[in-house]
């Protein structure tokens, strides 16, 4: 798997000039240090000093962009369900706790991923069923396994599950969902080419699997 620099979405950081002689005045030299900018390259490639007149072109967007962010926003939404029902059926604290975190950083992913979707005029999926038919379905035009995704059943399960009960089906469920979301977010750093969504797709990964360690130590707490 390729790995996806943090800064691609096209972070400029400033440099300082080099070879300045001593007799050079200091406002002289912090003036031509803001005069460049650094665009970090690619995995493999070298960082490129550039004029500050210089437009970045960003690379462009291609299906497995948008087949993986049109895929996680429906994903998320799940996410968003599951840790509803936690407020009101955990008993445990820190499955409250680690619920409300899920909540918090995959509600703004959410919307984030609905404006790239809007910025390039593609539809925004409400649910699996509203994605295009090559986006997760089979070819009967039915939604087939998103990866993590929960089943109707299993989130019956949780629905009508309260207290200790609730608390072991959150974990087991959420982490399955969780690895789910970074086999997708493999696919899309693997595959991808829009800076963007690689970043999120690099974020995601990341967040998530720090999650599953820390649902892993609950579970085993309980």
């Not at 291609?62 to 009101?88: R, S």
């Not at 955990?90 to 499955?95: K, L, T, Y």
């Not at 493999?186 to 829009?194: C, K, N, Q, T």
Request: net charge negative; with cysteine.
């Amino acid at each position: 798997m390729r790995l996806v620099p943090l800064a691609l979405a096209g972070v400029l950081l400033l440099l300082g000039a080099n070879g300045c002689s001593d007799e050079e005045p200091a406002q002289d030299r912090d003036s031509e240090a803001r005069s460049k900018i650094l665009q970090p390259g690619l995995p493999g490639e070298s960082n490129e000093t550039l004029d500050p007149e210089a437009t970045v072109e960003q690379a462009p967007t291609n299906e497995v962009d948008t087949t993986f962010v049109q895929m996680m926003v429906p994903h998320h939404a799940q996410a968003l369900e599951i840790c509803e029902l936690a407020q009101t059926r955990a008993r445990d604290e820190q499955v409250v706790a680690l619920a409300r975190r899920i909540k918090g950083a995959q509600g703004p992913e959410i919307l984030a991923m609905s404006s790239w979707l809007e910025a390039r005029g593609l539809d925004v999926p409400e649910s699996a069923a509203d994605l295009p038919a090559h986006h997760g379905h089979s070819g009967s035009g039915r939604p087939s396994t998103m990866p993590g995704l929960l089943t109707e059943r299993e989130m019956e399960r949780l629905r009508a599950a309260r207290g200790a009960e609730f608390d072991r089906l959150f974990l087991a469920g959420m982490i399955k969902h969780h690895e789910g979301a970074i086999e997708m977010a493999g696919a899309a750093m693997e595959g991808g080419s829009d800076t963007v969504a690689l970043e999120l797709a690099a974020d995601i990964a990341t967040s998530q699997l720090a999650e599953i360690d820390r649902m892993r130590d609950v579970r085993r707490s309980l």
